[in-house]
C-alpha cells in the first residue's frame, strides 16, 4: 500500500517553482499519466487538492482489453499488478426483469462483452500511486488559476488547509489559506469531473445524468450466493431499476443499486451535494427502491442490510458533454480523463477511457519528439494527442447514455429510436468490439456499420 502523501501546508519540502510537466489532479488518469511519463524519463509532478491520495470510494473499477492494453503500454507489467489484486469475471449475467420478474437472461458474451477483471478503486489508485515517488506528489495543493507565459504555463494552486472529502461533496469551495504558483512546460488537467482546469478552459459545468446511485464495496459474505465468476446484473424494463453485483477480489464483494430519476424529485430530495460516503438516512433511501420487490432482489437486499451505512456511497451521476477543444491555443494545457469526459457510468468505460488517454499523450510527446518539451514539439504532441481521442471519448460517452436506459427521446439517435431489441444488441455489440481491438481503429472501424471514423479524421491511424 501506497504511503499518503503529506500535505504540502505541514510538508517540510514545498514543490520545485519549476517542473516539467504539472499533472493537476492525483486520481486513476493523473496517476496513470504520470506512471507513463515517468516510465519515459520526463520531468512530472502530481498536485492534488485533497490532504490525501484518495483512499476510500466504495467503488469498483472494471477493466476491460481496452484497458489492460493501456496500462501495460505506460508500464509493462501493470495490467498484471492490478490483475493480482482484482478479480478476473469469467461471464457476466444479464437479467432482464419485468416489475421485478425475470423475463430474459442473458450473457454478456452473447452481446459482445469480453470478460471483466473487477478491482476495488483504491486497490488501482494505491498501485498507480506506488509507482510515483511521494517527492513527486504534492496534496493540499488545489489548481484554482493558470496563465500562459514565454516559458510555459504558471500553474496556480490554493494551499487547502481544512479537512479533505470526496469530490463529489463541495470540497473545491474550501477556503485556501495561501497559493503557490509552479511554473511548467505542460499542464494536464486531470482534476476530475469538477475540474477546475476544464471551468476556466471551457466554463461549461457537468450536469446530473438522470440517475442515482448507491454502492459499496464489503466483505464477500455479505453478498450472499455470489460465485467469484460471475457478474450480475440486472434491469427491470418497468421501473428503470438497475442493481449490479460482483466478486473484487481478495475477499471483497461489490454492490450497487441505481434508480432513474426522470423528473430529478430523488436527486432534489437529497439537497446541493453530488452525494458522498455515509450519507445519514443512505441505507433506507436504498432499500425503499427494492421494497415489495421480489426474490430476484433478495442477495442485494441482504447485502445494503448488512453495510454499515458509513460504507455506503451515494450519489448522483454526472456526466460532462463534449466541448469545442481540450487544449489551450498556447499549447500549454491538455485536458485528460473525466476532466475531458466524464460519462455515465453504465458501460464502466470511465477509468479505461482515462487510461487509454494517459497511454496516447504519453506516445504522443515521445512520437512529436517533446522529450525537451519545446513549445512547437508539445503542440504537435497535443493536436495529435487531441485527434485521436476526442472523437472516440465523445462516441463512448454518448453510447454510454444510449444504454443508461433513460428516456430514449433525450440519448438515442432518432435512426436508431425505433431498432428492435435484436438491432440494438447488435449496435452495442460492434461498439464494444471496436473498443476492445485498442490501439487499432482510434476513431472508428472501417468494418463497423454504425462506428466507421468520420470522413475528416479517416486519415489517421
Ligand atoms: C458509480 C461509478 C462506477 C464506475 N465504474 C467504473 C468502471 O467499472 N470502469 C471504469 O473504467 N470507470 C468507472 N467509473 C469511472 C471512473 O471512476 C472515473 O472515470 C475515473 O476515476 C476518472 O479518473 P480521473 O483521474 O479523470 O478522475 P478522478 O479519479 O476523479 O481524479 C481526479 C482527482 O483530481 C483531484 N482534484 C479535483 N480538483 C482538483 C484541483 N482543482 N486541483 C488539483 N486536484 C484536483 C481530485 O481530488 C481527484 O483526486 C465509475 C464511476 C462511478 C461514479
Keep these: 500500500m501506497a504511503a499518503p502523501a503529506k500535505t504540502d501546508a505541514d510538508q517540510k519540502a514545498p514543490p520545485p517553482s519549476e517542473v516539467g510537466i504539472a499533472i493537476a489532479g492525483g486520481g486513476l488518469g493523473g496517476l496513470a499519466l504520470a506512471v507513463g511519463l515517468l516510465e519515459r524519463g520526463f520531468d512530472v509532478h502530481v498536485f492534488e487538492a485533497a490532504q490525501e491520495l484518495r483512499t476510500g470510494s466504495g467503488t469498483i473499477i472494471g477493466l476491460a482489453a481496452n484497458a489492460n492494453t493501456a496500462l501495460d ?9 492490478i490483475r493480482d489484486v482484482g478479480s478476473v469475471s469469467k461471464e457476466m449475467v444479464f437479467y432482464r426483469l419485468r416489475n421485478g420478474e425475470v423475463v430474459e ?9 469480453t470478460g471483466v477483471m473487477v ?7 494505491n498501485i498507480l500511486a506506488t509507482l510515483v515517488p511521494p517527492e513527486r506528489v504534492h496534496c493540499g495543493l488545489r489548481l484554482s488559476a493558470y496563465e500562459s507565459v514565454e516559458e510555459g504555463v504558471n500553474a496556480v494552486f490554493d494551499v487547502v488547509g481544512a479537512s479533505a472529502e470526496h469530490h ?9 489559506c495561501g497559493q503557490r504558483t509552479v511554473r511548467a512546460k505542460l499542464l494536464v488537467g486531470a482534476d476530475g469531473i469538477r475540474s477546475a482546469v476544464r471551468r476556466i478552459l471551457a466554463g461549461d459545468a457537468p450536469r446530473y445524468v438522470r440517475h442515482l446511485n ?11 450466493g455470489l460465485s467469484k465468476d460471475t457478474l450480475h446484473r440486472t434491469e427491470d424494463d418497468v421501473t428503470g431499476l438497475i442493481t449490479f453485483k460482483a466478486d473484487a477480489g481478495h475477499g471483497y464483494s461489490f454492490w450497487q443499486v441505481r434508480v432513474r430519476d426522470t423528473d430529478c ?13 455515509g450519507k445519514p438516512g443512505a441505507k433506507q433511501r436504498a432499500l425503499e427502491h427494492l421494497e415489495e420487490l421480489g426474490e430476484a432482489y433478495d442477495a442485494v437486499r441482504s447485502a445494503i442490510e448488512s453495510t454499515p451505512e458509513a460504507d455506503i456511497f451515494e450519489r448522483r451521476l454526472m456526466a460532462n458533454g463534449p466541448i469545442d477543444t481540450w487544449l489551450d491555443a498556447d499549447d500549454r494545457l491538455v485536458l485528460l480523463g473525466d476532466a475531458a469526459h466524464a460519462m455515465h457510468p453504465g458501460p464502466g468505460e470511465g477509468a479505461r477511457q482515462a487510461f487509454e488517454d494517459a497511454h496516447q ?78 490501439p487499432d481503429n ?3 472501424d472501417p468494418n463497423s456499420r454504425f462506428f466507421k471514423p468520420p470522413a475528416e479524421l479517416e486519415e489517421i491511424t
Design 119 to 125: 478491482v476495488r478503486w483504491q486497490s488501482v489508485q
Design 361 to 438: 499523450l504519453c506516445l504522443a510527446l515521445v512520437d512529436e519528439g517533446a522529450a525537451a518539451l519545446d513549445r512547437a514539439a508539445v503542440g504537435r504532441a497535443l493536436k495529435r494527442y487531441e485527434l485521436l481521442r476526442k472523437h472516440r471519448c465523445e462516441t463512448v460517452q454518448a453510447m454510454a447514455l444510449e444504454g443508461s436506459g433513460l428516456p430514449p427521446e433525450e440519448t438515442v439517435p432518432p435512426e436508431f429510436r425505433d431498432f428492435t431489441r435484436e438491432q440494438k444488441n447488435d449496435r452495442f455489440k460492434e461498439f464494444a468490439s471496436w473498443l476492445q481491438t485498442y
Design 168 to 176: 463529489y461533496t463541495h470540497r473545491n469551495e474550501q477556503a485556501a
Design 73 to 81: 503500454g505506460l508500464k509493462p507489467g501493470l495490467h498484471q499488478a
Design 105 to 113: 437472461t442473458k450473457e454478456a458474451k452473447d452481446m459482445g462483452a
Design 265 to 277: 424529485r430523488l436527486a432534489d430530495s437529497l439537497g446541493p451535494t453530488w452525494g458522498g460516503l
Design 214 to 224: 448507491w454502492n459499496a464495496v464489503v466483505p464477500r459474505e455479505f453478498v450472499p
Design 442 to 444: 482510434p476513431v472508428g
